[in-house]
């Protein structure tokens, strides 16, 4: 991995105008996104206008784990976000307002770290999300070589329209499992940053009552499922049925991750063409497939991937 | 700065167990301070009871930056709690629920870890705060010699008990400026991470209608006062009346920062020695000082300290 903005000091970075004025750059480069105080960036909290909150969520952007060089400073401030908005879709939630904290070395960059803001900004505009405070820490000196450290963490709030959160419990032995979109070969292919959440269809399957249970598809379908998979039950999956991203292999397929894709439990009871027709007229253009069913623990079906072959990425190993 | 975690491998690292067993073993450590899912640890989001959300706030803790390894684990998960419930008491806020995002390298101790969660928790049940979520990312590799990285974000929610968020804003000229408690030396006395944040104090303050602006000290009363000043005026501090901490001198006072004491604005019409009776009724073990007023930006009275004597801890130069 390239390090993160290599040996640059002095003029254009960071350590040049100090935290205030960098603040004041910050919230120029959020515009609209970034509301004036009290309700944003500028006290001690930011105070949220009085709305149901129902909803809360944190997740990070690292150089080096979940970008690199290779991926524009814009696009890294929207996959910033875009990976919180995926949990919220996966809730059925509608997104609110968001804070991020900020870890970098004094010697970034002034340029890309506007790049990197306008970048979540046109993505927080986007989807109504209003950020409303943060803070930025000054990385440790972590190595002689001038080499660079980033992260930002973002926590992002949410509320339940429909009243209901769709959780990752609540499947049953029987329940049809589905996903949207296609899997495998995200980093490849750039869709690990250029991916859009499925909000509005994560909050359509979670007023479907014969919806049982949902998540994000981010460590990898196998490993995910798991979290989906009820007590006593084992996901059989038919490897032909795996919506493959073009050129990813079955177990691409099942252990890349970083898909953002939505996968849920439909009733065993409930009318499945009639689901499948209802979802194709709200959303034309999304891929919806039935990839296999909750069966009994010991009585996979021959013919299923083995429960065994349902491995994703394991963090921190 | 003695290295984080030093040169660390194999067993008893947070390595040797990869990402899944890790968040069992925090959710364990957290114990009763973290709620079951939907409404805690264990989806793709934290499913917030119905409750009015109206803070929201965000403070890191970097080892190397506001921990080293003269604090306790244990001390340093109550030091990232209590850094934001000052936050939230600086807006006369109630504290409510938190996520939590780490990254941390590989050969992070798992004792280490344990204790900083036990730290945490402890501090989080005394606050009635419910650690529901949170993230971890592996750090990048920053360094060939083994050195560590560890930083932790929590991100707090509070409500607004009087309904009144007591924000920086709305103090006048003329208005009387009090802080809470002693001021300097929070380094060198371990006051940094032994504080007790103001949430009593400051909730009781936003209900009284003559304290008008308010914030809590972190950067240097210098400094942090610049936010409190109205427009047109400067704080007229007089250096006597600081109220130091034994050993700190009048300019430590003024900018060593890490105080986390409340600085407030009284109005100039209110009835101060009232004011102070009722303050001392309320917390009768809180030392309490009117240490200046707001005055017309050019005629700071002689004897007072010179507006460019303000200066606190500027980050990032």
């Known amino acids: 991995v390239k390090p993160f903005a290599p040996g640059r000091s002095g003029a254009g970075t960071v350590g040049s105008i100090g935290e205030e004025a960098l603040i004041r750059?910050?919230?120029?480069?959020?515009?609209?996104?970034?509301?004036?105080?009290?309700?944003?960036?500028?006290?001690?909290?930011?105070?949220?206008?009085?709305?149901?909150?129902?909803l809360m969520t944190v997740d990070p952007l690292v150089y080096g784990r979940h970008f690199d060089a290779a991926v524009s400073p814009a696009a890294a401030g929207a996959k910033l976000l875009k990976r919180n908005l995926s949990d919220i879709a996966a809730m059925g939630g509608r997104p609110g307002a968001a804070v991020v904290g900020l870890v970098l070395s004094p010697n970034t960059s002034l340029r890309w770290l506007e790049r990197f803001h306008r970048g979540l900004a046109a993505a927080a505009r986007?989807?109504?999300?209003?950020?409303?405070?943060?803070?930025?820490?000054?990385?440790?000196?972590?190595?002689a070589a001038g080499t660079g450290y980033?992260?930002?963490?973002?926590?992002?709030?949410?509320?339940?329209?429909?009243?209901?959160?769709?959780?990752?419990?609540?499947?049953?032995?029987?329940?049809?499992?589905y996903v949207t979109g296609v899997l495998g070969g995200s980093l490849a292919s750039g869709h690990h940053f250029r991916f859009e959440p499925r909000l509005r269809e994560g909050a359509w399957l979670a007023k479907r009552?014969?919806?049982?249970?949902?998540?994000?598809?981010?460590d990898g379908l196998g490993k995910d499922l798991r979290a989906l998979t009820p007590r006593g039950a084992a996901p059989?999956?038919?490897?032909?049925?795996?919506?493959?991203?073009?050129g990813a292999t079955v177990p691409q397929a099942l252990s890349d991750g970083e898909d953002y894709e939505l996968v849920f439990a439909l009733a065993a009871e409930a009318d499945a063409p009639g689901f499948e027709r209802a979802f194709h007229r709200a959303f034309p253009r999304i891929r919806l497939t039935e990839i296999g069913r909750f069966s009994p623990a010991r009585r996979?079906?021959?013919?299923?991937?083995?429960?065994s072959s349902l491995r994703g990425y394991e963090h921190l190993r």
Do not use: N, Y
């Not at 109504?128 to 440790?140: F, L, M, N, W």
């Not at 009552?209 to 981010?218: E, G, I, P, Q, T």
């Not at 059989?236 to 073009?246: F, N, V």
């Not at 996979?300 to 429960?307: F, W």
């Open 150 to 177: 980033f992260s930002a963490h973002l926590t992002l709030l949410g509320s339940l329209p429909g009243g209901r959160a769709l959780t990752r419990r609540g499947a049953r032995i029987g329940d049809r499992i």
């Open 209 to 218: 009552r014969d919806v049982r249970a949902m998540m994000d598809v981010s």
């Open 126 to 143: 986007k989807h109504s999300v209003a950020i409303v405070g943060g803070d930025i820490a000054q990385a440790p000196d972590c190595s």
């Open 236 to 246: 059989a999956i038919w490897a032909e049925q795996l919506p493959r991203r073009k």
């Open 300 to 307: 996979v079906p021959a013919g299923a991937l083995p429960p």
């Open 25 to 54: 750059a910050i919230r120029r480069w959020l515009g609209s996104a970034s509301p004036p105080p009290p309700a944003g960036i500028g006290d001690d909290c930011a105070v949220l206008p009085p709305s149901p909150v129902r």
